[in-house]
């Protein structure tokens, strides 16, 4: 799935059942609601925290990232540009970003 078609998918059903399968490795017939609950969305942030990527939430975006923050080839991957009114719709699309630029071997 590529960046733009995941800033595409609208928070809801179809969106946690994607971030349960690709982030929590679970496959759930009704996966938690990640996209559309705060308390929820933040599991999603300690699952890739325990995974070891660096997580930020600055201004309107939400930030993925691996590897060494004092590298010079280090760079913020899986960013979501959400509104600051849609947190766990921003956490969850960075998740899969971050999650399927890993997978890409970016």
């Known amino acids: 799935m590529t960046p733009a078609e995941i800033d595409a998918l609208p928070a809801g059903r179809e969106l ?4 349960s399968r690709e982030v929590f490795h679970e496959l759930y017939i009704e996966a938690p609601p990640y996209s559309t ?13 325990a995974d070891g990527f660096f997580w930020a939430i600055a201004d309107d975006e939400v930030y993925f990232a691996q590897g060494n923050p004092d590298d ?34 970016e």
């Not at 946690?16 to 971030?19: A, E, F, G, I, Q």
Request: aromatic letters at 8%.
């Open 72 to 105: 010079p080839n280090y760079r913020f991957g899986g960013v979501a540009s959400s509104a600051f009114t849609d947190k766990p719709l921003a956490i969850c699309r960075a998740a899969l970003k971050a999650v399927a630029s890993t997978a890409g071997g």
């Open 37 to 49: 609950d705060i308390t929820a969305a933040w599991e999603v942030v300690k699952k890739m925290d």
């Open 16 to 19: 946690d059942l994607l971030v």
